[in-house]
């Protein structure tokens, strides 16, 4: 298979970038793009969940233009550059060091394995010492939130406790109550997504304090 094309958009971009191409695109940065990365991703979920494949293929496209762009960018440096095939390359070796049961003679028995042996390969490549080491702050609450909580479970950690009431094991059920939250903070001029990122940094907080004992 031929991927010609992934080379002649590295092409284009360049053209964009330099001297006689886009006054615009000249002057983008890694800070001025990021509202678009964000932006392109989210319609890309919502490609998913209308299960249109055009919109998929088209909102892919535009996340993948947004790579070589800060990757274009990042030639320019005068200290650190990289190309996209520098980001290729280091995609590349790390999905070969991550998957020992495929790449080398790791044994697996599930896909709960494969993603244990994942963090734990992670972990020691970046020398963390922290379960929340490497979760970005910056993410939506609620995703940081279930992070927090994944990596503390994995680490066996002490986790928030359960609602007192028990609801029905699903996701809509879930869902529903969720929202039935959120309906009654604003009703009561609470913001929600402030309200849970404080409380996911106060338990990301109580996560070291029990780690270090």
Wanted: net charge negative; proline share 4%.
């Amino acid at each position: 298979m031929a991927y010609e094309n992934l080379a002649r958009l590295a092409q284009v971009m360049d053209t964009l970038r330099s001297p006689g191409g886009c006054p615009w695109d000249s002057e983008q940065s890694h800070q001025s793009l990021l509202k678009y990365l964000l932006e392109e991703s989210y319609e890309f979920i919502e490609a998913v969940e209308s299960g249109n494949s055009e919109d998929m293929r088209e909102e892919l496209g535009d996340i993948l233009l947004q790579v070589y762009f800060h990757s274009r960018i990042a030639q320019e440096d005068n200290e650190n550059p990289f190309s996209v095939d520098d980001v290729a390359k280091g995609v590349i070796e790390k999905l070969i060091s991550r998957h020992p049961h495929v790449f080398s003679d790791k044994k697996v028995n599930s896909s709960a394995e494969v993603l244990e042996n994942w963090e734990e390969i992670k972990r020691r490549e970046k020398s963390r010492t922290s379960a929340h080491d490497g979760v970005p702050t910056g993410q939506p609450a609620l995703t940081l939130a279930s992070k927090l909580i994944y990596r503390a479970s994995k680490n066996e950690l002490s986790t928030p406790e359960h609602p007192v009431e028990k609801i029905e094991v699903n996701e809509a059920a879930l869902g529903d109550q969720l929202l039935s939250l959120i309906s009654w903070a604003i009703a009561n001029n609470l913001d929600p997504e402030v309200a849970l990122r404080k409380a996911a940094l106060k338990y990301r907080d109580a996560m070291s304090q029990e780690e270090s004992g």
